[in-house]
């Protein structure tokens, strides 16, 4: 009876995220999943768990996991590498700033001799972007991170990524809805709007000008079976909505 009134309850904003991370690896066949971030991790799982069956999964070291958490297999670190640079990962990073090519910057704010604010660093964002798919996840959605310009590229963009045979950005999510890059020039496009979000509010949140169909959808629904998934085996202790509120 719990879960029966439990998945009556409609979808939480964060439930949505949930769905639309997970919709990016719809599709991609037997390649690593790399979420970086709660509401990834969940998505990542819950893809495995119906749409993805092929979708490996690791703990973020050496082991292949299954949803569940068992281990399924082993990764030596040299076949790791050539999973990572041969096209063979999606990874879903986070984003301090991103700019309407899919630049994104996780190291500094400001100029790069003198920032005004100093961040992880740009770690393995370049190999990541240029050597195989790579989207984002993005919390709160701000016009300081969704920028003009980036002040340091880290994730390489498409105006920059000529020649790079894997480089592929399928879709940013954000707090407020799902972008991608299906633009003749590649640049930021507005695929679909979470439920209770206006277009007015994401342009007053952007800090350049989206493309806008004419019809924007809105981001799918989770199904009976996947809201079940995710809200009692998945994260049955809700902590989804630490990174996105109701």
């Known amino acids: 009876m719990t879960g ?4 009556l309850l409609p979808p939480t904003r964060a439930e949505y995220c949930v769905i639309a991370c997970a919709e990016a690896w719809r599709g991609n066949g037997e390649v690593l999943a790399g979420p970086m971030g709660l509401i990834p991790a969940v998505g990542a799982r819950l893809a495995r768990l119906t749409f993805a069956p092929d979708l490996l ?11 569940d958490g068992t281990t399924e297999g082993w990764v030596p670190y040299r076949k790791h590498l050539a999973l990572v640079t041969g096209g063979r ?18 190291s500094c704010i400001g ?9 992880l660093g740009v770690r393995g964002a370049p190999v990541n972007t240029l ?33 790079a045979r894997h480089h592929r950005i399928p879709r940013v999510v954000s707090n407020l809805g799902v972008f991608d890059f299906a633009t ?13 979000v206006t277009l007015q509010q994401v342009r007053e949140a952007t800090s350049f000008e989206l493309t806008v169909p004419d019809e924007v959808p809105a981001t799918r629904e989770p199904t009976p079976e996947e809201l079940h998934l995710i809200r009692e085996v998945i994260d049955p202790g809700n902590t989804r909505a630490r990174e996105v509120g109701s």
């Open 57 to 67: 999964l690791t703990d973020g070291e050496a082991l292949l996991v299954r949803p």
């Open 131 to 163: 050597n195989n798919p790579t989207s984002y996840w993005v919390p709160r959605h701000a016009r300081r991170v969704f920028v003009e310009r980036v002040d340091m590229v880290c994730g390489v963009g498409y105006d920059h990524a000529d020649g």
């Open 4 to 7: 029966t009134r439990v998945a």
């Open 184 to 196: 003749p020039d590649h640049s930021m496009r507005l695929a679909s709007l979470h439920p209770g």
């Open 89 to 106: 990962r999606h990874v879903m990073m986070g984003a301090s700033q991103i700019d309407r090519f899919g630049n994104q910057n996780i």
């Open 111 to 119: 100029d790069w001799e003198r920032p005004k604010r100093q961040l």
